[in-house]
């Protein structure tokens, strides 16, 4: 093995771009704003969800994918999992 570690191996074995690890975001590469977007909008869902974070994106894995997984498509800005606050115009009649 390397000596740049296990979440290096996964990334460059798997292809993939990044990994999340609750607060903690490993690149395989430098990163651009969108990847840096959608690797941020993994932590947001790690905070939401805690610990069941793993268990449950491997489940969804399992079932949908990496394409249309929930978490990958809200990550991704295409799905909503999770009401945004939105601030209601004020009625001043
Ligand atoms: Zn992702």
Do not use: C, N
């Amino acid at each position: 093995m390397s000596d740049r570690g296990l979440a290096h191996l996964v990334l460059t074995r798997r292809g993939y771009a990044a990994i999340t690890f609750g607060r903690v975001v490993v690149f395989a590469r430098e990163p651009t704003d969108l990847l840096w977007r959608h690797e941020l909008r993994h932590t947001r869902q790690y905070e939401r969800i805690g610990l069941a974070f793993l268990p449950l994106y491997l489940r969804l894995y399992a079932r949908h994918g990496y394409a249309a997984h929930p978490l990958e498509r809200e990550a991704s800005g295409t799905l909503a999992l999770f009401p945004t606050k939105t601030v209601l115009p004020v009625d001043s009649g």
